[in-house]
């Protein structure tokens, strides 16, 4: 997680499985994102654009190369399958996407999420894991 203080941090409602987006995060209805597990920090979720996934899924499927940023090298097919395996396609409807029960109980959701919008990607984080995420970073 890039923990710079440039990070938007946005308390967000969950409700049956539907993420109201923050107004200042600007998409269209219609316009597809990806969700999937984050790879640097597994117990929460990072949303992608179309834009941003492409190279990223390009990356992880990329056996020509180490991969330098993945914690544990020699591990990036296991985090590749972790990645690539827990992708999905979300559609923005009224400003909000439906996240799965699947990725929901991966990042333990319930009626709130962190929303941290760094400036490479977005995470989303059950509140009570990213606080001990930090007080572990400390």
């Known amino acids: 997680m890039n923990d710079e203080l440039s990070d938007e941090i946005i308390v967000l409602k ?24 984050n790879a640097l920090a597994p117990s ?11 190279p990223i899924r390009d990356f992880l499927l990329d056996k020509s190369f180490p991969k330098p940023r993945i914690p544990k090298p020699g ?10 395996g827990n992708a999905e396609e979300c559609i923005v409807e009224g400003g909000e996407i439906r996240i799965s029960s699947h990725l929901v109980k991966i990042a333990d959701l319930h009626s709130e999420a962190l929303w941290i919008q760094g400036s490479d990607r977005i995470e989303i984080w059950n509140p009570r894991a990213f606080d001990e995420w930090k007080q572990n970073q400390e």
């Open 44 to 54: 929460s979720l990072a949303i992608y654009t179309r834009k941003q996934w492409a």
């Open 14 to 37: 969950i409700c049956k499985g539907r993420l109201c987006l923050p107004s200042s995060y600007k998409v269209s209805n219609g316009e597809i994102l990806f969700l999937t597990r």
């Open 75 to 84: 591990k990036w097919q296991s985090t590749a399958r972790c990645v690539l």
